[in-house]
């Protein structure tokens, strides 16, 4: 695979330990069975086996740029991408990583992730960054992006969704978040009001009307076929159609908003710079804003139980309590 070879060729710099890695610039976290793995500057991957509490940084990372995605297929094998379109496998919940695909010279970072079943796995990037891997992150395969247009538009039809190209130069939108929703569903939120969907697993692609055509950083499925789609000066929409229809809600923000995460069966966060944290208890129809004191900016969250956040942002790593919440969470940041 060309993805392998370049990997292969280009010996890694690895990233410095550092001595307060964990208060780094971080901009994903994923969990890998009790584990939980971010990543972010320079290469730096943390690791915390206690539910957020404490983080010691992984040995070895075979890449010093700027880590901006991570996810897990289980609760050993997983995939981080980056920067210079690096992407790095591990299959021992993120102690130990390998370079699998390196290509600085595509100009492309990566910005997103998705680990499947069975060994899939795509990531997805600036201009239209693609690529897709059937062996858990071992090889990589570029393509071209190519979704077919929103239901009832004049535009290409839905049969050419994919089609090979390797080390393709690209050139479409930024493909900011991908993420699933059940076995075969998939969205992706991209720049420029660009949301998609793929009912085939990523095989084929289509365009989502959108409410709006400013970039939207993250999407979020919820139960049944809702759907949150957040981004720039706190815009925030839902759907109750898979995306064929949306409503704004209102957040009382114009920060940027940049991740989410359900936290129990109605719990729904959102974070974003600032320090803003936006919190709703009704399945996401509507939301509190919860001002973080120190503002510092918030990437990425994933539940700890049903009363805590791990966050991770301009500060590092940290934990929220929504206890109290909506109202006034109060965490350890």
Known sequence: ?????????????????????????????????????????????????????????APDVPTQA???????????????????EVILATADAGRTWRRTHYAPEAQRPLLDVWCGSGGRAIAVGAYGAYLTS??????????????APPAGAHARPAASALTAAQGAAGGGYHLNRIVSAG?????????????????????????LSSPYEGSFFGVLPLPGEALLAFGLRGHLYRSEDAGSNWRKIETGTVAMLDGAARFDDAGVAIVGLSGVL??????GASFTLVQQSDRAGLAAAVPVGTTELAVVGEGGAGLISLKDAPGGAHGAR
Request: charged content about 20%.
């Open 183 to 207: 076995a075969s569903r998939l969205y992706i939120a991209g720049e420029a009001g660009h949301l998609y969907r793929s009912d085939d697993g990523g095989a084929n692609w289509r365009e």
């Open 134 to 147: 059937a062996d858990g992150g071992a090889s990589w395969t570029a393509r071209r992006f190519a979704p």
């Open 278 to 283: 936006l919190v709703s208890h009704d399945r």
């Open 1 to 57: 695979m060309v993805g392998w070879a370049r990997a292969a060729e280009t010996p890694p710099r690895y990233a410095e330990p550092a001595r307060l890695a964990a208060q780094s610039l971080l901009i994903a976290v994923a969990t890998a069975g009790p584990r939980l793995v971010a990543v972010g500057e320079h290469g730096i991957i943390v690791l915390s086996d206690d539910r957020g509490r404490s983080w010691t940084q």
């Open 66 to 84: 700027l880590l901006t995605g991570v996810c897990f297929q289980d609760a050993g094998r997983g995939v981080a991408v980056g920067h210079d």
